[in-house]
């Protein structure tokens, strides 16, 4: 069996079943049901947020949540992410408008946000990438100077905590996924942390077509709901989340004492946060490796080590975004030259010792 580079939580499935149970005899599959109501409150207790609206997934989150906040215009943003954060941009008829990222945390780099300033910019779209946590004191600094708004791509960033506590509680709106690769996941699904009870009310609106009752439809909305059966999974995999958060901890840790001394691959660092989550294990490989990044990438595909080349290659390499002006290599050097150094191992509750110990040995027993 090859190694993925994640695998979905999945929980024993005799235990789902009293949940599906439930959603049968309530006979209600959709539209807010109990599993749904549940769901939000547990996962508000959960991650320490005041107001948590569910959806259908995370590009619909980010959709929604540009919607919300009326953005247009232009938005500052990273091209060193997954597609979905500049694809919600164009879908909303907006212009990304990406800047290079810092060396050490991989997000964006706040020095560069204000230089890429103009009339037409309404907000700030970083991502807390790998979920390492991005400066967000400095991004709300320039954001209170040039009236901006900020909504976080939070997708990777599921329990990660900084001292004041969850760092979704930043911006003014964060937008999870809770794809099935992630740490925390509903099949399919997000959510969007909201600042308020009105912001939350709005959203509620937003993802059920604009319709308030009735005969009253406010906006026009889209549908973004999510489904009892994803909210009763959800409810189901809070139970143990704990556990799968550990066993990433104790994996990622592995990996970086065994991978301490070998020359030429470099760990990403841990980002500024207390609390984190393990989403990822990015590696660098550097050009004293014996191998190119390329190369060491196709060793482990060869032994079925499914790595992954995240994020490569840029979003701003790809057709509909590398005509902007901003988009050009000379004004990204640190993103063009990382998105040719990394790989993300794999990582998921699950990895066996065998397992791992395969992976470690095909990067390490490489010489010259």
Known sequence: MPTPVTRPLLPPLEEFTPYLQEVWASG???????MHQRLEAGLRQHLGVEHLALVSNGTLGLLNALQCLRITGEVITTPYSFVATAHSLLWNGIRPVFVDIDPATLNIDPSRIEAAITPQTTAIMPVHCYGNACNTAEIQRIADIYNLRVIYDAAHAFGVQDQGGSILRHGDLSVLSFHATKVFNTFEGGAIICPDEATYQRIGYLKNFGIVDETTVIAPGINAKMSEVNA??????????E???????????????????????????PGPQRVSNNAYFPILVDADYPLTRDALYQRLREHDVHARRYFYPLISDLPMYRGLPSAAPSNLPVACEIAQKIICLPIFPGLDQDQMDAIVQLIASVRA
């Open 28 to 34: 209600m599959v959709t539209n807010g049901g109990l």
């Open 232 to 241: 009763a999974f959800g409810l189901l995999q809070l139970n143990h989340i």
């Open 243 to 269: 556990q799968a958060l550990a066993e990433r901890a104790r994996i990622a840790q592995d990996y970086r004492q065994r991978l301490a001394g070998v020359a030429g691959v470099r760990c990403v660092p």
